[in-house]
């Protein structure tokens, strides 16, 4: 809790930080509800509350529902590094789950029962600085807000009360913590501790060095087995039913000559050539000008010597590689009409425009491109087979859609939109199968074997998205088996050896036990491991300083802990982790530290003193907030919803 309060800073982007942080979490676990995974609110619990309120604090509750919420999103997170994870691998965290939100109702009805309650403009005000609600204006608008919401799967008063919450931790809980002080003399003797240090030894009592002789009755077996089925559980299978709409069930599906043509016509920009025209042109004032002009250049003269006899009034202009659009938007769509209609070597004119009246000599007509209809259609056909198939894909999509929405289940939607059915063998939730070792679900499936481990098999049927291009299918469970132990036939070998590992693993326990006997008598270490029975490995001496575990990179060798949490002359056994055997560690001698002549040290260690008592007075001051709110956790409730839990499938 310390770290949680100590990094909220005063200022306002650090109540910023705190909302983020727990919108975070607290957004990630606002999913839907788990069908299965629920408690009925009929009838009273504990102090009065109702059996679906886990936990009270004034008139603020933490609900089954809230909880569910947030255990789901905790089995999500779960699989991401364990794939087989249920609700019965998680259900160790939901105490602690319970009581972070416990604490949190706390606060806010402590705040409303002394009238401190962030008023909605604060609340709003801390709203417009979550960058995700911001649209792409910089400002939080209705629009970017409710998509903020739906991305995070909270509601309004959700987000609210979780930005109040966190304003209240740093207005009320962080002055509180921020302010704790430890003198030096506190901090002096700890320091030393550091400075302490220890000479001693170590044994190792491997498990394997007691294996030798041990086969199991099958009575013993059976024994063993029913005493830890939970370690051979197989997670929830199910037979998974698939109807898919793939490209390759419209692949026969193509535009016909006659569509291609009809899109060539219509497309005669794209296809068609571009025609670019060399012009001669000449612009008068007044038509009876324009009329001898075009009847000389009509006669045979170039037009430029058309025009002499009209002096200055004759403005002539030569234009090359003109296009229609081009020249239309110099000259006017009237005389680009007329000039672009006429042959190469045409005298176009007098035309009016609207800058005089023009005549126009067609010098010469060139066609740049264009694709004839034999040319175009591989390209205009590839197109159209394309479009032609996405649509029929769609409408294959809607068959099914229809069907499900009119109350048709799998095997008659399916059967409706004539789409083929195929089935999984039995497979867990990770696509892989016990029973067929050969099956490899497709990548593409991923998302649909997923729907398919989260809708019951009285469920309407989903239709789901491939991956890629892959078109869609529709989804539903055909066959569920729930998460049990495997049968002992089909793992006996397995047994076996875990029987073995444990026998002897109880061996070397009571062989380091006996050894631990014998030094307390005062027999040394290397003495006492004689009479083992079974050849072990050397004693290994020890000696080190107690700061060094405190500065170790990494995780701190057991052995070496252990050197200093045993008393001088003593021995102590511990298991190695993992479960292959034990080790003795015994102290030899211990030299105390002195931390007067490291004054560094001192500070050092009453700065962690302080950070330590701050989080104390943080976690005393919530103490007495539950209990002036009158905070209480409805005991029986929460044990029903762990037992659901630990009981619970995927």
């Given amino acids: 809790m310390l770290s949680f309060f100590r990094r909220v800073s005063k200022s306002k982007v650090g109540t910023w930080i705190m909302a983020a942080v727990l919108i ?25 509350m109702s059996n679906s309120t886990l936990a009270q604090a004034g008139d603020q509750e933490v609900t089954d529902r809230e909880v569910s919420e947030q255990m789901q999103r905790r089995l999500q997170e779960a699989r991401q590094t364990n794939p087989n994870a249920d609700y019965a691998t998680i259900a160790g965290d939901l105490n602690g789950l319970i009581e972070s939100m416990l604490d949190q109702i706390s606060l806010i009805a402590f705040a409303d029962k002394v009238d401190f309650r962030p008023s909605k403009r604060l609340v709003d005000a801390e709203i ?22 739906a991305q995070m799967r909270l509601t309004d008063q959700q987000v609210r009360q979780i930005i109040a919450a966190g304003m209240l931790n740093r207005l009320v809980v962080t002055p509180i913590a921020a302010n704790a002080r430890v003198s030096v003399g506190m901090a002096t003797p700890y ?18 060095a007691f294996k030798a002789g041990l086969k199991p009755t099958d009575a013993q077996l059976q024994q063993f087995y ?56 000449v612009t008068v004032p007044d038509q009876a000008t324009a009329n001898g002009i075009a009847a000389r250049a009509r006669g045979g003269a170039a037009l430029a010597e058309a025009a002499a006899p009209a002096g200055n009034n004759a403005a002539v202009t030569s234009l090359k590689d003109q296009t229609r659009k081009a020249y239309g938007s110099v000259a006017g769509d009237k005389v680009a009409a007329a000039v672009f209609s006429a042959a190469s070597g045409t005298v176009v004119g007098p035309v009016q425009s609207d800058f005089g009246w023009v005549v126009v000599k067609v010098e010469s007509v060139k066609a740049v491109g264009g694709k004839s209809l034999a040319q175009a259609t591989p390209e205009i056909a590839a197109k159209l087979n394309a479009d032609k198939r996405k649509a029929a894909i769609d409408d294959l999509v809607d068959k099914l859609q229809t069907a499900i929405d009119d109350g048709h289940n799998f095997s008659e939607a399916a059967a409706e939109a004539k789409i083929p059915v195929t089935a999984t063998p039995l497979i867990a939730a990770n696509g892989k199968s016990r029973t067929d070792a050969g099956y490899t679900a497709p990548a593409e499936y991923a998302a649909a074997i997923k729907t398919g481990f989260e809708i019951a098999p009285n469920d309407p049927p989903e239709l789901v998205q491939l991956s890629g291009d892959a078109g869609y299918v529709l989804v539903s469970p055909a066959q569920v088996v729930s998460a049990a132990p495997a049968p002992l036939a089909s793992i006996h070998d397995q047994v076996v050896t875990d029987w073995i590992n444990s026998e002897a693993l109880q061996r070397s326990k009571a062989a380091a036990d006996a050894i631990v006997a014998k030094t307390a008598r005062g027999a040394s270490l290397a003495d006492a491991a004689k009479s083992a029975g079974v050849p072990l490995p050397p004693v290994v001496p020890m000696a080190a300083r107690r700061i060094q575990i405190a500065n170790q990179q990494g995780p701190v060798p057991p052995p070496l802990r252990t050197l200093f949490t045993v008393g001088q002359g003593k021995s102590r056994a511990a298991q190695v982790p993992g479960g292959k055997g034990f080790y003795i560690v ?55 919803e762990k037992a659901r839990l630990q009981s619970s499938g995927s």
């Fill in 24 to 48: 975070a979490i607290l957004a990630g676990f606002a999913v839907a509800d788990i069908s299965n995974f629920g408690s009925g609110k009929v009838g009273l619990g504990f102090g009065g």
């Fill in 586 to 640: 015994k102290v030899d001698k211990i030299v105390p530290g002195n931390a007067m002549l490291q004054p560094t040290l001192i500070s050092q260690m009453q700065g962690q003193l302080q950070q330590a008592a701050a989080e104390d007075y943080a976690r005393e001051f919530i103490a007495a907030v539950r209990a002036d709110v009158k905070a209480k956790r409805n005991e029986s409730a929460i044990a029903a």
């Fill in 128 to 149: 417009a600085q979550i960058p995700q609600a911001k649209g792409l204006n910089g400002q939080v608008t209705d629009q970017s807000y409710q998509q903020f919401l």
């Fill in 191 to 208: 320091a030393s501790m550091l400075l302490e240090s220890r000479v001693g030894e170590a044994l190792a009592i491997p498990a394997d």
């Fill in 226 to 281: 029913s005493a830890n089925r939970n370690r051979y559980m197989i997670p929830e299978q199910r037979v998974i039913r698939f109807a898919a709409v793939t490209p390759a069930q419209v692949a026969n599906v193509s535009a016909s000559p006659d569509e291609i043509a009809k899109y060539y016509n219509a497309n005669q920009a794209t296809y068609g050539a571009n025609e670019t025209r060399t012009l001669s042109q």
